[in-house]
C-alpha cells in the first residue's frame, strides 16, 4: 500500500458494488489514495448481486491483484459453487484461477454440491448437460439424417459443445457408440459388460459383430453423402465418394484378400496400406481444419479454452 502511495502515476479507479457502496476490488488503492491525503479516487461501479460482486472480485484478484494462498482459492471456488450452482466447473475455474478437475473435485466433497442439477452455464453463457448422454444421441441422429452439418450446426440442435460433436462424429465413423461407456446409464450399458472381467479379452465373435455395426454405420453415412446434391453433383465430390467406396469392398472381403496375399509381399503391403491410413488421416484433420476457418470467416470463434 505504501509503495502505491508513493508512485506518482494516477490509480487505477476502484471497482465499488453501487448497491452496498462496499468496494469489490481496489482495496489497497483506496487506502493508497488516503495515504496521499486524496479526497477523491476514481470509481467504475459493479451491478449485480453481493455474490456477483464476489465472484467478480475474486477473478481480478486472480488476474492482476495480490497473489491469493490455494485455500483462499479452494474457499473462493467452494463459496462461487454455493451462490452460483449452475456455473460449469471450468467457468468457476476460470474465475478462481484453479484447474478444472480441482474445482470439480470441491464440487464431489460436498463444499459447492447441489445434486441433481441437471445442466449449467459456461463462460460463454451457453447452458450445456452435466450428463451429455442425451446430446450426444441427439448429435448421432443429426449427423446420420444430415452428414454435411457443420459442427456448429449440430452442437446448437443437440445442446453441446462443437468439441463433443466432433467426438460423436468420429466415434460413429469408427463404428463405436456415441456415448462413452462411462457417461453410459446402467440401461444403456450391455449386460455382459456388468459381469465382465476387466482386461478380458473380446472374442472372435464380438470382433466380428463391432465390424459388422462399424460396417452398416460407414454405409448409412456414405448413403448420406451420395445423397447430398452439394457433393454428388461436383467433380471433387463425385472423386472423393468413389474413393470411401473402396472402403466398403474392402470390409466385405477383408479375410479372402489376406488369405490370397503371398507371404512375402505382406510387409511392403503391409507398409502401404499404413501410408495410405495415414494420409486419409491427414486428409480428415485438413477438412476439420478447413470447416472451422470457414465458420470463423463467417462471424463465428471457436470456442475458448474456459467456455463450458
Given at each position: 500500500m505504501?509503495?502505491?502511495?508513493?508512485?506518482?502515476?494516477?490509480?487505477?479507479?476502484?471497482?465499488?458494488?453501487?448497491g452496498?457502496?462496499?468496494?469489490?476490488?481496489?482495496?489497497?488503492?483506496?487506502?493508497?489514495?488516503?495515504?496521499?491525503?486524496?479526497?477523491?479516487?476514481?470509481?467504475?461501479?459493479?451491478?449485480g448481486?453481493?455474490?456477483?460482486?464476489?465472484?467478480?472480485?475474486?477473478?481480478?484478484?486472480?488476474?492482476?491483484?495480490?497473489?491469493?494462498?490455494?485455500?483462499?482459492?479452494?474457499?473462493?471456488a467452494?463459496?462461487?459453487?454455493?451462490s452460483?450452482?449452475?456455473?460449469?466447473?471450468?467457468?468457476?475455474?476460470?474465475?478462481?484461477?484453479?484447474?478444472?478437475?480441482?474445482?470439480?473435485?470441491?464440487?464431489?466433497?460436498?463444499?459447492?454440491?447441489?445434486?441433481?442439477?441437471?445442466?449449467?452455464?459456461?463462460?460463454?453463457?451457453?447452458?450445456?448437460?452435466?450428463?451429455?448422454?442425451?446430446?450426444?444421441?441427439?448429435?448421432?441422429?443429426?449427423?446420420?439424417?444430415?452428414?454435411?452439418?457443420?459442427?456448429?450446426?449440430?452442437?446448437?440442435?443437440?445442446?453441446?459443445?462443437?468439441?463433443?460433436?466432433?467426438?460423436?462424429r468420429d466415434?460413429?465413423a469408427?463404428?463405436?457408440?456415441?456415448?462413452?461407456?462411462?457417461?453410459?446409464?446402467?440401461?444403456?450399458?450391455?449386460?455382459?459388460?456388468?459381469?465382465?472381467?476387466?482386461?478380458?479379452?473380446?472374442?472372435?465373435?464380438?470382433?466380428?459383430?463391432?465390424?459388422?455395426?462399424?460396417?452398416?454405420?460407414?454405409?448409412?453415412?456414405?448413403h448420406?453423402?451420395r445423397?447430398?446434391?452439394?457433393?454428388r453433383?461436383?467433380?471433387?465430390?463425385?472423386?472423393?465418394?468413389?474413393?470411401?467406396?473402396?472402403?466398403?469392398?474392402?470390409v466385405?472381403?477383408?479375410?479372402?484378400?489376406?488369405?490370397?496375399?503371398?507371404?512375402?509381399?505382406?510387409?511392403?503391403?503391409?507398409?502401404?496400406?499404413?501410408?495410405?491410413a495415414?494420409?486419409?488421416?491427414?486428409?480428415?484433420?485438413?477438412?476439420?481444419?478447413?470447416?472451422?476457418?470457414?465458420?470463423?470467416?463467417?462471424?463465428?470463434?471457436?470456442?475458448?479454452?474456459?467456455?463450458g
Amino acid at each position: 500500500m505504501k509503495m502505491l502511495a508513493q508512485l506518482e502515476d494516477s490509480l487505477p479507479p476502484i471497482t465499488v458494488h453501487r448497491g452496498t457502496m462496499r468496494v469489490v476490488d481496489g482495496v489497497h488503492r483506496l487506502g493508497a489514495a488516503k495515504l496521499r491525503g486524496a479526497t477523491e479516487i476514481n470509481v467504475v461501479f459493479f451491478e449485480g448481486t453481493l455474490e456477483e460482486a464476489f465472484a467478480h472480485a475474486v477473478e481480478k484478484n486472480v488476474r492482476h491483484g495480490l497473489p491469493l494462498t490455494v485455500q483462499e482459492r479452494t474457499d473462493a471456488a467452494a463459496r462461487i459453487m454455493t451462490s452460483h450452482p449452475d456455473w460449469s466447473d471450468r467457468r468457476v475455474a476460470c474465475t478462481t484461477g484453479l484447474s478444472r478437475k480441482t474445482v470439480a473435485q470441491i464440487r464431489r466433497t460436498g463444499l459447492g454440491d447441489h445434486s441433481g442439477q441437471t445442466a449449467r452455464t459456461g463462460r460463454d453463457g451457453r447452458v450445456r448437460p452435466v450428463n451429455s448422454a442425451a446430446g450426444r444421441e441427439q448429435a448421432a441422429q443429426v449427423l446420420r439424417e444430415k452428414p454435411s452439418a457443420s459442427l456448429r450446426e449440430v452442437a446448437r440442435v443437440a445442446g453441446i459443445s462443437p468439441s463433443t460433436v466432433r467426438d460423436v462424429r468420429d466415434r460413429i465413423a469408427n463404428g463405436d457408440d456415441p456415448v462413452p461407456v462411462r457417461g453410459q446409464s446402467q440401461d444403456r450399458c450391455h449386460p455382459a459388460a456388468e459381469t465382465a472381467a476387466p482386461g478380458a479379452v473380446r472374442t472372435a465373435a464380438q470382433q466380428h459383430q463391432r465390424m459388422a455395426v462399424r460396417s452398416r454405420r460407414y454405409e448409412t453415412l456414405l448413403h448420406g453423402l451420395r445423397n447430398d446434391p452439394s457433393v454428388r453433383l461436383t467433380e471433387s465430390g463425385r472423386l472423393v465418394l468413389r474413393l470411401l467406396e473402396t472402403r466398403l469392398i474392402l470390409v466385405g472381403e477383408r479375410n479372402r484378400l489376406i488369405q490370397g496375399i503371398p507371404h512375402h509381399c505382406v510387409p511392403n503391403l503391409s507398409v502401404a496400406v499404413r501410408q495410405c491410413a495415414e494420409a486419409w488421416n491427414e486428409f480428415a484433420a485438413q477438412l476439420e481444419t478447413h470447416e472451422l476457418a470457414e465458420e470463423a470467416a463467417g462471424g463465428e470463434q471457436e470456442q475458448s479454452r474456459c467456455d463450458g
